[in-house]
Structures are given as C-alpha cells and as structure tokens.
C-alpha cells in the first residue's frame, strides 16, 4: 500500500525518467550542489518531495571527487615524479658534498659540445661507487660534477674519479672557479646525468651526417630535398652507432641500404669508389 510519500528510490526514478526525456538535465547554478539541483527540481513537480531526505553529503562527495579528479591526478602523478629527478630522495643535496673536476672528454666531431659515447661510461661507472650519488658531464665536455653521499676526504674523493677516468691524478676545480662551476650546474641547465648524454651524441650525429651529405654533393647531383632526408636518414643510423655500439661493419650497411633506397646506381657507384679511395674516412675529424 502506498503512504503518498516520496522516498530515495521515487527521487532517482523521476530524476533518471526527466533525463531520458529532455536528453539532458536543466542544472541551475544558484542551486548549492547535485542533490539540491535534483531535490528542488522534484519538490515542484512532487510538493511531497520536500519531507525528503537523501543524505547528500554521500553525493556531493562523489560529484566532488569526479569534477577534481584531473586536477587530483595530476598531483598525485607528481607525487610519485619527484623522487626520480635530480638526487634520490634518501640523499639531501648538500653543496659541500659536489665537486667538480677537470675533464678531457669534448667531441672530435663537434668540438662546441661533449663527447657522450666516451663520457657515458665513465659517468655511468661513477654512480656505481657507493660513495657516488650523482656523476654529470658539463656540455662544453670539459668538467665533471660528482655528487658525493656522504662526506669524502678530498684526495679519496679524486682517486675515485680518477680510475674512472683511467688517469693516475685529476685537477679538482676550487675557489672562485668552483663557484662559477657550482652556480652554473644548479641552475639545472647545460649539464647531462649519466646516459643522458646520449644527447650529446646524437648530436654529433647530425653534425656528422650534415658533413657526409655535403661530401656526396660534391661528387654527385643532389636536390635540397633529397639531401635533407638522406641527412636525416643518416643521421640516425649514426646516432645508433654511438649510443648503442653497433660495429662499423652494421653502420656501413646501414647506410648503404639507405643510399640504395634514395639514388640510382650511377651514383652508387660513384660514391662507393670514392669511399674506396677514403673520401669519407675522416668525418668526425673535420
């Protein structure tokens, strides 16, 4: 038997019924929240409705986390971001304990920048020391950072950087350089950590490439167009050499097919006696 009055399951089933029929619900901004837009809407087509209570703090709180969601999210993406940038959360950054060393590591190719297929290993070598937080390279190739874990004696702290580096003494860089040195690697800008300098080679492996496209314009006929996708074609077959390792043997063969794919025969041909002749030997040195 029915009492007349409204209850939970009469509010959703009208509400859910009005939206159906309109394809779409007539909010009103004046109105508080979700529950009170839905309530006010069924008291003045059901006056009865006005005794009932839904318990809106439950909907609102889900109307609530819906709309902040994305705002939420990205917080909480943050949240777990932070701990994997610059030095590990379980490490404080105490300036006292970055040191910056002398190095010897700028490109053959490029001289402007560093050498990233021979400072990465060393670099990558340093942070497995248990005293070695952090190791970056300075973009000119030229210095070290290393930050330390703890407090390290300053001559033990160079005997570490030097059996990375392979060398018998290195220079630590002190007084007024160091600071210079320090200012520059916080402001976060010029400096790469460990495999990061990958960059740096692929790079040099676009200065490389630009260099060998140039040497294949001199012997042969080439549009601004086809030198530009050869150069970028090359470039990335180059790129792979230094940061991956792959031998001479895959490199040439590589850009062999790309060569084969983009000129004819007679310029094939052309370009591989004059590589016979070593007109492509000395790229990097350039």
């Known amino acids: ?39 006010a809407e069924l008291t003045r087509n059901v006056p009865a409705a006005a005794k009932l209570h839904t318990g809106p ?4 709180q889900m109307a609530l986390n819906i709309r902040f969601w994305p705002s939420l999210r990205f917080f909480v993406l943050l949240a777990l971001w932070i701990p994997c940038l610059g030095v590990s959360k379980d490490v404080p950054l105490n ?34 020391h248990p005293l070695v937080a952090e190791a970056w390279l300075k973009r000119s190739g030229t210095v070290i950072a290393v930050v330390w874990k703890e407090d390290v004696a300053s001559r033990a702290r160079g005997e570490i950087v030097a059996s990375s580096l392979e060398q018998k003494k290195v220079r630590e860089i002190k007084g007024s350089a160091r600071e210079q040195a320090l200012q520059q690697f916080l402001s976060g800008s ?62 040439e063969a590589a850009l062999m097919k790309i060569c084969q794919q983009h000129l004819d025969e ?19 040195s350039e």
Request: charged share 30%; with cysteine.
């Open 57 to 60: 703090s439950r909907s609102d």
């Open 190 to 251: 010029g400096w790469y950590r460990g495999a990061a300098v990958d960059r740096l080679s692929e790079e040099e492996a676009g200065i490389t490439a630009g260099r060998l496209v140039r040497k294949m314009q001199k012997l042969i006929s080439l549009t601004d167009a086809k030198a530009g996708t050869l150069q970028h074609a090359f470039s990335e077959v180059l790129a792979r050499k230094l940061t991956k390792g792959e031998s001479p043997e895959q490199t």
């Open 1 to 39: 038997m029915q009492t007349g009055q409204p209850t939970m399951k009469t509010e959703t089933a009208w509400t859910k019924s009005k939206v159906n029929r309109a394809g779409k619900f007539d909010w009103k901004m004046e109105v508080a929240d979700m529950h009170m837009n839905s309530g």
């Open 266 to 284: 007679k310029d094939i041909a052309v370009l591989h006696e004059a590589h016979q002749k070593g007109a492509f030997s000395n790229l990097r």
């Open 95 to 128: 300036k006292k304990r970055i040191s910056f060393y002398e190095a010897e590591l700028v490109c053959p190719a490029a001289p402007q920048i560093g050498c990233g297929s021979a400072a990465k290993p060393i670099l990558l070598e340093l942070e497995r």
